[in-house]
């Protein structure tokens, strides 16, 4: 007898390439709250489903706010959707949920995208963790969601995308030790040799004093100008667009 070897999960970045959006937001800009054309982002998002077999009204997003709050995806929230387009939960900086077939969406622009599964409960989760969520405990919070929903420590995996780097996230000495004192490991010296923040290095420290051993990150940084045509960067370009990170179970 054969083993189904499709995966439980599915995690997934975007990049800035194959949409239809223009000027600053060129191409496939997935935020609708930037300042570009809705049909644009209506359209990518609509791509988006399709690149990755769902209905686009499965897409959930976030209101995001750069708060420690933390949502549970339910069936009420899918059913909020109106006709085609994709739920928006408010006022939120990471969704977690036990839904198949619901994927869950974290937007960034430098800001760390971490995306969590653990397989064999069936929880899986979406972090936007920006330096005030990263600490003020987003990434904590969301991790002591998922065990409340039955996920074990050591069956967790955690993926961070591309973000900006310590080498480029250049900050004011008091922000740094400021983050720093609430996220041990994230403050370090930029190329330039000022204060600087490695949020995802401060993240991934976070996940290993938790108990979490699985983690893979994309080392590339957003704002490094060597990047510019595969990523937005807020910090580089001001106005722009933003990526995605999903995690589904199909």
């Known amino acids: 007898m054969s083993q ?7 995690k997934v970045f975007t990049d800035r390439n194959g ?7 060129a191409s496939f800009n997935l935020g609708d709250h930037v300042g570009d054309d809705p049909e644009a982002v209506a359209r990518n998002r609509q791509r988006l489903a399709d690149v990755l077999g769902l209905d686009v009204g499965r897409l959930v997003f976030m209101e995001q706010i750069h708060s420690p709050n933390v949502t549970e995806v339910t069936t009420d929230h899918l059913a909020s959707a109106m006709h085609s387009a994709s739920p928006i939960v408010e006022a939120t900086d990471a969704l977690i949920t036990t839904l198949r077939g619901t ?15 653990d397989e064999d409960a069936g929880v899986i989760a979406a972090v936007h963790a920006g330096r005030m969520g990263a600490r003020n405990g987003i ?3 969301t991790i002591a969601r998922m065990e409340d929903l039955g996920a074990v420590l050591s069956n967790i995996h955690a993926l961070l ?3 900006a780097s310590g080498k480029n996230y250049e900050v004011p000495q008091a922000m740094a030790a400021d983050v720093e ?16 923040l490695d949020i995802r290095a ?6 290993l004093s938790l108990g979490v051993r699985s983690i893979d990150a ?13 990523f937005f960067s807020y910090r580089r370009e001001g106005t722009t667009g933003r990526q995605a990170g999903v995690v589904w179970m199909p």
């Not at 994927?103 to 599964?117: E, H, I, N, R």
């Not at 401060?202 to 996940?207: H, V, Y």
């Open 202 to 207: 401060g993240l991934t420290r976070q996940l």
């Open 139 to 141: 990434l904590r919070r």
């Open 103 to 117: 994927a869950l969406v974290v937007l960034t622009a430098d800001c760390v995208p971490v995306l969590l599964s």
């Open 4 to 10: 189904d070897q499709s995966p439980k999960v599915r």
């Open 218 to 230: 994309d080392p590339r940084c957003t704002i490094d100008p060597e990047h510019a045509d595969r």
């Open 181 to 196: 004192a609430k996220l041990p490991g994230s403050a370090t010296t930029t190329a330039k040799g000022t204060h600087g």
């Open 161 to 163: 995308g591309a973000a």
């Open 19 to 25: 949409g239809v959006s223009t000027g600053a937001y």
